[in-house]
């Protein structure tokens, strides 16, 4: 059978109300949003899945989608097990997460922007909550990310000491895994705080440096981040999905001259309860500037956006 007859068969609604009455085991749910992922069995399902998203009912998508493309099954285990989740599963394939497990709540973030070297030297303090007790690891999506410590803090966010983590090689576009071990005897609904030392690197997608001839005023340079779709990941270590929403604080320090803006609330207009603990990194030279912000409405790590200019 030819792709285009594939895609066809299974964007048919007689199909689809065949699959919905075949054992849910048989068959797996393709993330209609993934539209990078193109070749062999897994694109032909990404692309039925969009297909479907365009030529059925709401009705028929809700009851069916759940059991479609059951192709993908041929594909080999690791592949369906970072891209494809089983029917009635919430995994998404653009994310290396486990928010089912251990979802990340609240993020606190420290940016210090070098326009010299390009860099950002960042601090982040996720708020973690246990969704289930049997978890071992935290996993997040980072994207050429250089990850120097990762330490489990308690009161007044001390450290309570270093945590193991593992980088994985990095996949495509997604980026590399980053596995945390987690403390054991973690009961559900609890909440520990994960901090993760970093830095950015020169091949950041979510970020783009501008020189000073690059701007309107010729004089001072300029920074703007652009993290839709999974393009947070390379600016912080995140659950970087549209379904994982968190609120977060900032700091950003920035040369003197220049002026931080964030999707988020300046931090002397917030009169909300979400507080800042103290900065992990190192206090900011004379003239240095630093802007805070507060973003207390969860929202996915996409909507994340930070501008610096004059």
Same mark, same amino acid.
């Given at each position: ?7 066809? !068969?299974?964007? $048919? ?5 065949r699959?919905? $009455? ?6 797996? /749910? ?11 069995? /897994?694109?032909?399902?990404?692309g ?9 009912? !709401? &009705?028929? !998508? ?10 993908? $099954? ?5 592949? !369906? +097990? ?15 997460g ?10 606190? @973030? ?15 303090? /996720?708020?973690?909550? %246990? ?7 935290? $996993? /997040?999506?980072?994207? +050429? ?14 450290? =309570? ?7 994985? +090689? ?9 596995? @945390? ?7 559900q609904? =609890? ?29 001072? &340079? ?13 600016? %912080?270590?995140?659950?970087?999905? &549209? ?16 002026t931080a ?32 912000f ?13 501008a610096?200019?004059?």
């Amino acid at each position: 059978m030819s792709t285009q007859q594939l895609l066809s !068969r299974s964007a $048919s609604p007689s199909f689809l109300r065949r699959q919905a $009455s075949q054992p849910a085991h048989k068959t797996y /749910l393709a993330h209609p949003a993934t539209s990078f992922i193109r070749s062999g069995p /897994l694109g032909f399902s990404l692309g039925a899945a969009r297909v479907l998203e365009r030529t059925v009912s !709401r &009705p028929q !998508r809700k009851q069916a989608t759940r059991r479609v493309v059951s192709v993908v $099954s041929s594909a080999p285990d690791n592949m !369906r +097990d970072k891209f494809v989740f089983k029917a009635g599963g919430e995994k998404d394939p653009s994310s290396f997460g486990n928010p089912t497990e251990a979802r990340v709540t609240h993020t606190e @973030i420290e940016f210090s922007i070098d326009f010299d070297t390009k860099l950002i030297d960042a601090y982040v303090k /996720l708020t973690v909550s %246990i969704e289930n007790p049997a978890v071992d690891v935290l $996993s /997040l999506d980072t994207r +050429d990310l250089s990850i120097h410590k990762v330490e489990l803090l308690g009161t007044d966010c001390k450290s =309570e000491g270093d945590m193991q983590f593992t980088l994985a +090689d990095e996949y495509k576009e997604l980026g590399s895994k980053l596995d @945390i071990t987690l403390p054991k005897g973690l009961k559900q609904g =609890e909440k520990i705080t994960v901090g993760i030392r970093y830095q950015t690197s020169s091949k950041c997608s979510a970020v783009q440096f501008l020189t000073p001839e690059q701007t309107a005023g010729g004089t001072h &340079p300029y920074l703007f981040s652009q993290c839709q779709a999974i393009h947070a990941r390379s600016l %912080i270590p995140c659950q970087d999905g &549209p379904g994982v929403k968190m609120t977060y604080a900032a700091t950003v320090v920035v040369p003197a001259e220049l002026t931080a803006l964030m999707s988020a609330v300046p931090a002397e207009e917030y009169t909300g309860d979400l507080a800042f603990t103290p900065a992990k990194l190192p206090a900011p030279a004379p003239k240095w500037e630093t802007f805070r912000f507060v973003q207390a409405v969860p929202i996915p790590s996409y909507l994340l956006a930070l501008a610096v200019g004059r």
